[in-house]
Nanobody, 116 residues
Framework: QVQLVESGGGSVQPGGSLTLSCAAS????????MNWYRQAPGKERELVAT????????VYVDSVKGRFTISRDNGKSIMYLQMNSLKPEDTAVYYC?????????YGQGTQVTVSS
């Protein structure tokens, strides 16, 4: 079955950096578009970034453009989210996600807290 496991979250000060990882298994990773979502307390889950199957194409929500970079290693079945210049409003649980056979699967999430 599809499994996604996020790691790399933590607490950082504003302006800091973190890199999240998402280890995927149970499906042919290189054949699927991958996404990062986040959900802040009291808010709906939002799509943050998308990477195409090859890793060449990327799309970002406006609030993270120029600060976050999504990438993938198809040989290792891992997706990354490099987050720089972090702001308090980036505080959220971050999830990786994939749609396989019309069903979206999320990982368990990893907490990112940005606070001074």
């Amino acid at each position: 079955q599809v499994q996604l496991v996020e790691s790399g979250g933590g607490s950082v000060q504003p302006g800091g950096s973190l890199t999240l990882s998402c280890a995927a298994s149970g499906f042919p990773f290189s054949l699927y578009v991958m996404n990062w979502y986040r959900q802040a307390p009291g808010k709906e889950r939002e799509l943050v970034a998308t990477v195409t199957r090859s890793g060449i194409g990327t799309v970002y929500v406006d609030s993270v453009k120029g600060r976050f970079t999504i990438s993938r290693d198809n040989g290792k079945s891992i997706m990354y989210l490099q987050m720089n210049s972090l702001k308090p409003e980036d505080t959220a649980v971050y999830y990786c996600a994939v749609v396989v056979h019309s069903f979206r699967t999320y990982g368990q999430g990893t907490q990112v807290t940005v606070s001074s």
